[in-house]
């Protein structure tokens, strides 16, 4: 369709609707992406015909793509917390980095952490470990929570198997070995800019407060690493549990970039590098971190909750491309990419500042992520970015300044007994900067991965 001025104020409108049905009138989000999807189908003129045709062929075909890669890697993060596989990640981590770099373990233990677990979660099943970590050791809890917090939302939001950047990835048709790969880099960065700044000098004089906690040290041993009565998986297993599904994927991808078209082995590498066969992997290893509850009930729980915290970011993905195809057919995004072409914003900034409206007004990263990536995605070609870098771009938006509509600034600010003004600084501030400093380094990265 040719799309002209009236096109572009249709679109606003239906994004104005969108973010009014689900913040003011609590619309659910995948019936709000629905109808808006079809209303907007209808005022952007697409034959009547062909509206149900459009909504349903971009819902069913998003979710062909990412649906069954969202339920393996949900697996994968409910076996972990439930098997204490996380606490054992951060054992390590703290064994390793020792008690006088206590932040950089806590920032360390939040990335990884939170590539397969949800950022709630990361934040109750380790933020205890950051309250003993400040009783032990005289550390202000504000600057442990805040490199938590910071390697937390750096990967939740950035690197698949996350389920958010993982929908945006199979959106926007991104090679997801090329997004963990590059993913690392700028979740490395938003983690070290928000960590330095909450343990700078200036929020160790404002915040000095240290956690009062009893009986510390049966929490934190001699060497600050967590005890527990409780059997902790093997470390190897875990760290393989979360790495080899990585490096599986990451391989097909550097291989396809860097080997001979006809290279023998890369339909063996795409086969295992593809992400259901490769976190099909990582899910088999994680049924092997505590064998003591191992049973066949055990195993069906495990996957019945997988799949019931899947079923959301599915049905939403599967939603947020059916708006995304409608915009796709209306042709708004190449008239919006011809408009912004023509001032000097970089186009790397476009899905970051979407997702950060997104963010801001909603306070979900995943919802921004998805529906993010379904705004961005007809304004791709003419953007001129390539998908990899489009899906960062609207990443490190995704979780800006993180504040009270947010459910993870409340786990944050309710879990370690915060006031109002230190979740506001810690979650708010500390992800608004880690938020500039990713897309910073994917605005850079821009110039090496290009279209």
């Known amino acids: 369709m040719e799309a002209g001025f009236s096109s572009l104020i249709v679109m606003l409108v239906a994004l104005i609707v969108l973010v009014v049905s689900i913040i003011k009138l609590k619309v659910h989000p995948v019936f709000a992406l629905i109808i808006v999807a079809i209303g907007s189908a209808i005022a952007f003129g697409i034959p009547l015909k062909d509206v149900i045709s459009t909504v349903t062929g ?6 062909g793509n990412i649906g069954i890669v969202i339920i393996l890697g949900c697996t994968m993060g409910v076996i972990l917390e439930q098997t204490s596989g996380a606490l054992v990640l951060a054992n390590t981590i703290l064994k ?3 008690k006088k770099r206590s932040s950089l373990a806590m920032a360390i233990s939040g990335y ?11 934040i109750v099943i380790l933020s205890p470990v950051a309250r003993a970590l400040s009783a032990r050791g005289g550390v202000p809890l504000f600057g442990l929570l805040g490199a938590l917090n910071a390697g937390i939302l750096a990967t939740h ?27 690392l880099i700028s979740a490395f960065a938003y983690t070290t800019a928000a960590n330095l700044y909450c343990n700078s000098n200036y929020c160790r004089a404002k915040y000095p407060h240290v956690s009062k906690m009893t009986n510390v040290e049966t929490v934190v041993g001699e060497d600050f690493t967590i005890q527990t009565d409780k059997k902790l998986p093997s470390a190897a297993l875990t760290f393989a549990v979360i790495l080899v599904p990585v490096i599986l994927i990451c391989a097909n991808s550097f291989a396809t970039m860097a080997l001979p078209k006809g290279a023998s082995i890369l ?4 086969f295992i590098g593809h992400p259901i066969p490769a976190l099909s992997v990582g899910v088999i290893l994680a049924l092997f971190l505590d064998t003591s509850i191992f049973s066949k009930d055990q195993v069906y729980a ?15 993905t599967g939603a947020a491309g059916a708006f995304g195809a ?20 970089p186009a790397v900034f476009v899905p970051f500042l979407v997702a950060l409206l997104l963010s801001v007004s909603n306070g979900s990263a995943t919802v921004s992520l998805l529906t993010g990536s ?10 001129g970015i390539h998908p990899v870098i489009g899906t960062l771009a609207i990443a490190a938006g995704s979780s800006f300044f993180y504040h009270a509509n947010a459910s993870h600034f409340w786990v944050v600010v309710k879990s370690n007994d915060l006031s109002m003004k230190e979740g506001y600084a810690l979650v708010s501030v500390g992800s608004a900067i880690g938020s500039v400093a990713a897309i910073l380094a994917v605005w850079a990265m821009s110039f090496f991965l290009t279209v």
């Open 96 to 98: 390793i980095v020792g």
């Open 326 to 345: 409608v915009l796709k057919a209306s042709g708004v995004g190449a008239y919006l990419g011809m408009l912004i072409a023509s001032t000097p914003l």
């Open 157 to 183: 939001t950035m690197v698949p198997p996350t389920p958010g950047p993982l929908a945006a990835a199979g959106t926007l048709g991104a090679d997801v070995g090329l997004v963990i790969a590059f993913g």
């Open 374 to 383: 379904a705004i961005i995605l007809p304004l791709l070609p003419s953007l």
């Open 267 to 270: 339909p063996y590498l795409g």
């Open 302 to 316: 495990w996957f019945d909750r997988a799949v019931e915290s899947s079923g959301f970011i599915i049905l939403a």
């Open 58 to 63: 971009g819902f069913g075909g998003t979710i």
């Open 112 to 122: 990884l952490v939170s590539i397969p677990v949800f950022s709630d979660s990361a």
